[in-house]
């Protein structure tokens, strides 16, 4: 590209004004000074990375010149490409993983990358709460930005928009590492934000990848094929199920919750005696109305594993329906009258059908099982069928019926609503296709730990909980935290690992920032260990390592507090400051930089 090729040439040639000189000369005035401010952003950010800023920066001889560029030739470096800029997208980060390590991957328009062939090593680093706000940025402003914010702006507004809180007071690693922060986006639409870790870790499969996986060995038995699909505790956990009191220490059953009999050894028996057990399947599925904010339970279905109707009734709440959510439930004030059954009586039945072998199958289980009030043992979800949005976006059982089973569920429209024996029978034939068929027929995706492993790259991953038996059971090293100083001592481990455990791929996530302690003086000492967690994991990093830091996101609390609300009460008002939060938790920061073999 030509205007780029000129900004790249003219960095360690000349000054703008020296080279604009030259270009008038060559009657090239015009088209050189399109380029300029690129060219001297361009500089100053090379600048920045390769010198040590505490020194005045003087142009060497033309002949020292030649030998310095000579001898850093070797070194790769990170380029922002203003001319192309826009705002990141967590899949160009994806891409760019990639495109380092790989033979595929796109490197993003607005980057170049020189002497990639030398990067071997990428650490990521996710860190919720290092977003535009942390500096003072609004969303406003910040989907704004032309172009990568230079620290005179990052530092223009003060920590939390405070101008007595100097970020190189608290964060003074970052100016030292770091050039510019690059305002980035996560996915969604209108209404929702994705998971950005799902949409940077998912790779898409092509149909020759598809084809060129082995699955999984699926044994004849229609038991052990039942036990491969229950929920691990770890995706429990992970998809905010209510965990059985014998599974957490010193758990006490809830006030109005009942509980399946059951003990820890009838859970966390041995792999080849649980698989061997015998199975009793059933599909659940409820409908909710709601009581001021809360559900409330209405409607309670249950089929076998022919998908005969073993229970279905109506349930009258205890608390007052303020919105009958008619075109979602199919519950109306004139079905409900004359009921009598209370939650009580269902949970009573439930005690009935369900033992400590039986299996509950449902969409979005975890959302009936609170509404019930139940806990049970064994249970499997809709996360048995990928999404193309990735591991944490669940299909809609609409969509699922209607891609599997070529049929059309939930159709009853504004007046009829949902049925939930309608939805139980839907949910148990998916399973059964599952069983059937096999646990990959319908995979979608990859990790990107998987996709490096094709390349022969191994990858280590540290994180908090289950996310780490989600996303990193198939790293070379998986590490699982409870907090932020095991992660960065996890981090150093995997990075400074001299024996056979080399890592081309690190990731970790730090989650002190992610919600700060709401007193001023804590947050400081918390950004301060974070500052020398960072500073000390750049320092062990070997040379020709890229180190990405992103938030990914912005913060997230306020918007998942305003729920949109489709009822009487939700004013234009309401809706301004629902997609002021919603912008506000899709913008966050990445910053790049690549380590070189010079002193900076």
Known sequence: IENFSLIIMSNSAKRSNDFEENAESEGKKTKIRKITTAMDFFTSSRARISRDKSKPYHHKKKKARTNDATVRSRDPEFFFDVNRWKIIEIKELRNLILHLLTEEGRCPQWLYIENIQNIKKVVFLMIPGLDPSLFGITAKDAVKAERPLDWEKLLEKGLFGNPDLNPREFL????????????????????????????????????????????????????????????????MIHNNYPLPTCMEKDHVLPDGWVEVPMSSSDILKNENELSRKKFRVLSVDCEMCLSNALSVLTRVSIVDIDCNVVYDELVMPEEPITDYLTPYSGITEERLKGVTTTIKDVQNRLLELVECDTVLVGHSLECDLKALKVFVPFRYTSILYTNPGGIFNKSSLKMLAHQWLNRSIQVGGVIAGHDSVEDAKATMDLVKLKLNDGLDFDKSYESIIQRLERYNKTSAFIDYGGKVQLLGASAKRSITCT????????????????????????????????????????????????????????????????????????????WKRKKLNDGINWTLQDQEIYEKQLLKGKLGLTFFRIKSDTKT
Not at 546 to 551: D, H, P, T, Y
């Open 172 to 235: 003074p690693i970052f100016p030292q590492i770091f050039s510019h922060g690059c305002i980035t986006r996560a996915s969604g639409d209108a209404k929702k934000i994705y998971n950005p870790m799902g949409c940077l870790f998912n790779c898409s499969l092509s149909d020759a990848q598809k084809e060129s996986i082995s699955p999984r060995k699926f044994p004849d038995d229609i038991h052990e094929r039942i036990y491969l699909c229950l929920l691990t505790p770890e995706e």
């Open 483 to 558: 907090n932020d100083d095991e992660v960065s001592s996890g981090i150093l481990n995997s990075v400074t690992d001299k024996s056979n455990h080399y890592h081309n791929f690190i990731w970790g996530k730090f989650k002190d920032l992610e919600d700060l302690p709401e007193h001023i003086e804590d947050r400081l000492t918390t950004l301060k260990r974070f500052n020398e967690r960072i500073a000390n994991i750049y320092s062990s990093l070997p040379v020709y390592t890229a180190f990405i830091i992103s938030s990914c996101s912005g913060d997230t609390r306020e």
